[in-house]
């Protein structure tokens, strides 16, 4: 539309944007139509890879359950991120259940570039009222009010096809109640190198159905870039 003022333009608003929707802006590395930088376009979709590189939340939510039943884990691949080389903080918050009072999930964690670091903790709720006397008891319990203990686990060992490295730390009381959404999560750092996936695999700890949930989310934030 030409000789029209800028905001002349018809409103679009932010629930209305596509991935195709371009914006315009001035980049200053070129100078080919003023010494101030050469007027240019980006298409959000590129915008968006942009602003996460510079520290902007990247974010994953699971829309189709996994299940298995089976002690080899398989890959969510739901919730698999794709990064570049950089530092990173990430959070899985996983709603899982269990077929089974006696069987919990397991997990491994992955990268398949290269990281230098990788640092995670396991996470959940223990509702036993002592701290170690019900470990392994992954919550939910509506019969009292008692507060319990946050469990976790310190891990460093990424791997796809093994038993998980992070799983029930007891056998008995895996889960105190069966087909029911139990929260755990998953927090760590990791320096990449090599840019590739970030994969969370699950398996059950039998060979008895355990399930990650439709709404388990992953959040990855860039830390070692200054956004200002």
Not at 36 to 44: F, P, R, S
């Given at each position: 539309m030409a000789d029209t003022k800028q905001s002349a333009l018809a409103d679009l608003t932010g629930a209305n944007l596509a991935d195709g929707d371009f914006f315009p802006l001035r980049d200053v590395s070129d100078t080919t139509m003023a010494a101030?930088?050469?007027?240019?376009?980006?298409?959000?979709s590129e915008l968006i890879i942009a602003l996460q590189a510079r520290g902007m939340n990247r974010t994953k939510r699971l829309d189709a359950q996994h299940s298995i039943s089976s002690a080899t884990p398989t890959e969510v691949t739901g919730l698999t991120m794709a990064l570049e080389a950089g530092t990173y903080i990430f959070d899985y918050r996983l709603l899982i259940q269990s077929a089974t009072i006696t069987v919990g999930v397991q997990f491994n964690f992955n990268f398949d570039?290269?990281?230098t670091k990788a640092r995670w903790w396991y996470q959940y709720a223990d509702l036993s009222a002592t701290l170690l006397a019900a470990i392994g008891t992954q919550a939910h319990d509506t019969s009292t009010s008692t507060l319990?203990?946050?469990m976790a686990k310190a891990e460093d060992d990424m791997a796809?096809?093994?038993a998980g490295n992070m799983g029930p730390f007891a056998t008995t009381n895996a889960v105190q109640t069966t087909n029911t959404d139990i929260m755990v999560a998953i927090k760590g750092i990791i320096v990449v190198t090599v840019a590739g996936n970030m994969e969370l695999w699950h398996g059950s700890e039998t060979a008895t159905a355990t399930s990650v949930e439709v709404g388990s989310s992953l959040v990855v934030v860039r830390t070692d870039l200054d956004p200002t």
């Open positions: 101030t930088g050469t007027n240019k376009e980006i298409v959000l570039g290269t990281a319990g203990f946050q796809t096809t093994a």
